[in-house]
């Protein structure tokens, strides 16, 4: 579950200049607050447990009018923060956090705390803020299992929260500008997302780099170090082979194309088998579970629009050993259209061509032209059907 905050990024006043050796002569890595917005931005967090275990005492001022309060800490590094939930039998729940950690709970900013149903259990979630010192205020996200809920039974007592907040990094090596960041203050082995190309999007293969290990993204190896909490960067003592730059697969750039054999060993050749189509490229597994999710949303995009040039090839990421168990599950699930096996770990796979790095993996592309017509983002969920029918109607619309 994931409650992503509006982003909220500038340049602090008095942003921390760290001097750092870059490919043999002085450089900079500038250092800025990331308010909020860090979530978004890494595409998941990492939960943080904090039970309801305190006694009152730990405020001094608490809100008036609580019914059955609950007591916790919210607790980062040597830094505690009291909260306090107030969950009536009836009507709906709150939620205080002691931001600036002062023991009074009436002078903080106001949280956000908003039920959801799902079934009989009712879900909380929302946002707040907590005072870091150096002037620096983060916003971080909340949330509560329904105390009730058999399935989570460990988790009755304990609010879970992540931080939203981070740090940004600015530097440039062999003339070239970069950027990378971090949730909260980065660790001593912290990876560290570098988008080279640009896209908006982070490959796991080729825009990541590890604290305390060298990489070449220009030309000269570096690494980076971690020295009470902040972030320098200088060569390495050992040379690395420059890595190559992810593909680009936004839309409107070309797919890249590839001669494989299908499950019924049949060749085929993408995306040039699909003239007069548009074609969705799917990496998917039996053992994925969105994988499995997305089934129905695409067997109804099939169904409804394969007569009219709609077809889907299938890439299994099934390991090499589970060729039966991935045909007798096209069986089982009466999905028709072509398929691939490509298994996991092969040095030529078709997931490596294609960066692949999490499933499931989607493109739609033209037939003719060979160009990206959508990802991920339009080719998942309910909406599906209603953008392949648009992608069609566009493509078979007559030339001004």
Not at 2 to 30: D, N, Q, R
Not at 132 to 138: E, I, K, Q, R, Y
Not at 312 to 338: H, N, Y
Not at 373 to 389: C, N
Request: negative net charge; hydrophobic residues 40%; proline residues 8%.
């Amino acid at each position: 579950m994931t409650h992503p905050a509006p982003s909220s990024i500038g340049w602090l006043p008095g942003a921390v200049v760290l001097l750092a050796a870059c490919a043999g002569a002085a450089g900079e890595v500038e250092q800025r607050f990331l308010a909020e917005g860090v979530t978004r931005r890494i595409g998941g967090y990492r939960p943080i447990r904090a039970p309801m275990d305190q006694e009152a005492g730990i405020v001094k001022v608490a809100p008036e009018g609580l019914v059955r309060p609950a007591y916790g800490l919210l607790t980062l590094g040597e830094s505690s923060w009291a909260f306090v939930i107030d969950q009536p039998e009836e009507g709906p729940g709150r939620l205080w956090v002691d931001t600036n950690a002062d023991g009074d709970l009436t002078n903080d900013p106001a949280t956000t705390w908003e039920p959801k149903q799902q079934g009989d259990s009712t879900t909380y979630s929302g946002t707040a803020t907590i005072n870091l010192g150096d002037g620096n205020v983060g916003s971080i996200g909340v949330y509560r299992f329904d105390p009730n809920d058999p399935r989570r039974a460990q988790l009755a007592n304990v609010l879970l929260w992540y931080v939203d907040f981070g740090h940004e990094y600015a530097f440039e090596i062999d003339g070239e500008k970069l950027t990378t960041f971090t949730a909260g203050t980065p660790d001593a082995e912290a990876t560290l997302p570098i988008d080279r190309n640009g896209d908006g999007d982070i490959s796991r293969n080729y825009e990541v780099a590890t604290i305390g290990k060298p990489f070449n993204f220009t030309g000269s190896t570096m690494v980076f170090s971690l020295a009470d909490g902040r972030l320098t960067l200088a060569p390495a003592a050992e040379e690395l082979p420059r890595r190559p730059l992810p593909p680009d697969l936004r839309i409107g750039q070309p797919a890249l194309a590839f001669s494989a054999t299908d499950l019924d060993g049949d060749s085929i050749e993408f995306p040039g088998r699909y003239a007069g189509k548009i074609v969705m490229l799917d990496f998917w597994a039996t053992w994925c579970g969105p994988c499995i999710a997305e089934i129905p949303n695409v067997k109804r995009a099939y169904d409804d629009w394969h007569d009219a040039g709609f077809e889907i090839l299938g890439v299994s990421l099934d390991g090499d050993d589970d060729e039966e168990k991935v045909r007798q599950f096209l069986v089982d699930r009466e999905l028709p259209w072509k398929q691939i096996h490509d298994g996991r770990g092969r040095p030529a796979s078709l997931a490596q061509q294609y960066d692949v790095s999490g499933i499931p993996f989607v493109l739609l592309v033209d037939g003719d032209s060979g160009k990206i017509l959508g990802t991920s983002r339009e080719l998942r969920g309910p909406k599906l059907t209603a953008f392949i029918g648009e992608t069609l109607k566009a493509k078979q619309a007559p030339a001004p």
